[in-house]
């Protein structure tokens, strides 16, 4: 049932997208994306529109969790002002601790009523429609045991862990665990255990280049403590 976001826009929820009943069964991922952005476009074309976090939680709706990791993981991407992808990480991570649990989305105070910069979204999915066009044809529904109702808290597990990695202040890091997550919620949507698979891969490259740059780090800071007590 369409819902009204704090900005008084109708918005009907994307829900649900991760059961047998999502989207078409033939090609479940095009037709998730193609519906999403179409409401948003539509959101997007009313006067002073304006998005928030929970704004965009209630036009995805509050039981699909796959596709809200993948929209906020790409949102992180983005070159955004200072403390936005930070404000990110801490929903991504929220978000998949609700989903490993199976509870339905939600934010709380500050972050759910922090502003996200619609007319980008619109633009960053414009370029997904294409991507996803692309990733439908190399994809396919197979091992789908990975993607299967019981797998998806252990895919919340995973977003967990991606999305706490986000948090760390190093630049860059966040690049590999975001396109890692971004995978990882492909695979689920059109049940691609494989594409899952992938995901989780360059997820885990992004924690190995993380613990490397924070080690790097540390052995600069002690080797410049030690050159300034040598001086």
């Given at each position: 049932?369409p819902t009204?976001n704090?900005?008084?826009?109708?918005?009907s929820?994307?829900?649900?997208?991760?059961?047998?009943?999502?989207?078409?069964?033939d090609?479940?991922?095009?037709?998730?994306i193609?519906?999403?952005?179409?409401?948003?476009?539509v959101l997007?074309?009313?006067?002073?529109?304006?998005?928030?976090c929970?704004?965009?939680?209630?036009?995805?709706?509050?039981?699909?969790?796959t596709?809200?990791?993948?929209?906020?993981s790409?949102?992180?991407?983005?070159?955004?002002?200072?403390?936005?992808?930070?404000?990110?990480?801490?929903?991504?991570?929220?978000?998949a601790?609700?989903?490993?649990?199976?509870?339905?989305?939600?934010?709380?105070?500050?972050?759910?009523?922090?502003?996200?910069?619609?007319?980008?979204?619109v633009?960053?999915l414009?370029?997904?429609?294409?991507?996803?066009?692309?990733?439908?044809r190399?994809?396919?529904?197979?091992?789908?045991?990975?993607?299967?109702?019981?797998?998806?808290?252990?895919?919340?597990?995973?977003?967990?862990?991606?999305?706490?990695?986000m948090?760390?202040?190093?630049?860059?890091?966040?690049?590999?665990?975001?396109?890692?997550?971004?995978?990882?919620?492909?695979?689920?949507l059109n049940?691609?255990?494989?594409?899952?698979?992938?995901?989780?891969?360059?997820?885990?490259?992004?924690?190995?280049?993380?613990?490397?740059?924070?080690w790097?780090?540390?052995?600069?800071?002690v080797?410049?403590?030690?050159?300034?007590?040598?001086?």
């Amino acid at each position: 049932m369409p819902t009204e976001n704090a900005e008084g826009a109708t918005i009907s929820p994307v829900e649900p997208t991760e059961g047998p009943s999502a989207a078409t069964v033939d090609d479940p991922l095009q037709a998730t994306i193609d519906d999403f952005i179409a409401r948003l476009e539509v959101l997007a074309e009313q006067p002073d529109a304006r998005l928030t976090c929970d704004g965009l939680i209630e036009a995805i709706g509050q039981h699909s969790h796959t596709l809200a990791l993948l929209i906020f993981s790409l949102l992180n991407l983005l070159p955004l002002p200072p403390g936005v992808n930070w404000m990110l990480g801490v929903v991504i991570t929220g978000l998949a601790v609700l989903m490993t649990f199976s509870r339905p989305l939600r934010l709380w105070g500050w972050v759910g009523r922090r502003p996200l910069p619609l007319q980008a979204l619109v633009k960053l999915l414009g370029a997904v429609r294409w991507i996803t066009r692309l990733v439908t044809r190399i994809s396919a529904p197979r091992l789908r045991h990975l993607t299967a109702p019981r797998a998806l808290p252990l895919v919340g597990l995973f977003g967990v862990v991606m999305g706490t990695a986000m948090l760390i202040p190093i630049p860059f890091t966040n690049v590999l665990p975001g396109i890692g997550l971004v995978i990882v919620s492909f695979g689920v949507l059109n049940r691609d255990g494989l594409l899952v698979i992938g995901g989780v891969i360059v997820g885990v490259a992004g924690i190995v280049v993380l613990a490397f740059a924070a080690w790097l780090l540390i052995a600069l800071l002690v080797a410049a403590e030690d050159v300034i007590d040598g001086t």
